[in-house]
């Protein structure tokens, strides 16, 4: 609980499945409020407190809608305005007619622009257009990144990872603006992990990562539950690898 008394409150984009799903379910258990968005309606497997309710159906490629959903977050949080955490999860890789990695040379300008609407500008929409509830509760923001955004990857496409990469920099440059403020922002940054999206072929990548298998949800959800919570009040600026050491 905050030390008012009042429910913590927790603003995630793409609650819907994998990564997401797991830190709603993070967050809801240690008692906070979670409004979740997703370009789907509340899936009905989802059996988090006020799920329905603190649902908003959003998409992100649309600047216009995305700018709609800042009026209703805003209504929703009610007259007190406080945002103690804005987790910007959302993410989308296009794939070929075939299922195939697509790269600089086979990229459509209009699949450029969606996944960074998506990826990067909508963590941008939300972050400044919620800046004075996150002021007014001290609160987090946690990007989440990609391993794709520091290396080439043999399924992530290339939209994908320069826009990841974009938003490690935002992160950074995030930090330095907000901080005065009283607001830190942070990003992780997974590797392989277990989700319903994971390309055929990854195990091939999991014989080269030292731990020697893929991730977990919960493990990815625990770490952003620690950089929205007072363990980490002077930790802000930072990307954190989460990846079983598939960077080094």
Request: with cysteine; glycine share 10%; proline share 5%.
């Amino acid at each position: 609980m905050a030390t008012d008394g009042a429910k913590r409150t927790l603003l995630l984009t793409g609650a819907s499945r994998g990564i997401g799903h797991a830190t709603v379910k993070r967050f809801s258990s240690a008692g906070w409020r979670v409004i979740s968005c997703s370009r789907h309606a509340f899936p009905e497997d989802c059996p988090w407190e006020a799920g329905e309710e603190d649902h908003i159906q959003v998409d992100l490629s649309s600047p216009d809608d995305t700018i709609r959903a800042i009026d209703e977050i805003k209504e929703r949080l009610g007259p007190n305005g406080h945002l103690n955490a804005l987790v910007n999860n959302a993410g989308i890789s296009p794939k070929g007619p075939e299922g195939e990695r697509l790269n600089t040379l086979t990229t459509s300008l209009r699949d450029w622009g969606k996944v960074f609407h998506v990826n990067f500008f909508s963590s941008v929409v939300l972050a400044r257009g919620l800046f004075d509830e996150l002021k007014a509760a001290r609160g987090a923001v946690v990007n989440v990144t990609s391993i794709a955004g520091a290396r080439v990857h043999p399924f992530a496409g290339v939209a994908y990872a320069t826009s990841k990469a974009a938003l490690s920099a935002l992160t950074r440059e995030m930090a330095a603006d907000f901080g005065p403020h009283g607001v830190r922002v942070n990003a992780i940054a997974p590797g392989e992990i277990e989700t319903a999206i994971l390309s055929p072929g990854t195990e091939e990548i999991v014989a080269d990562i030292p731990l020697r298998r893929l991730g977990q949800p919960e493990e990815v959800a625990r770490t952003i539950y620690y950089l929205c919570t007072a363990e980490s009040s002077y930790v802000t600026g930072v990307e954190i690898e989460i990846n079983g050491g598939q960077h080094v």
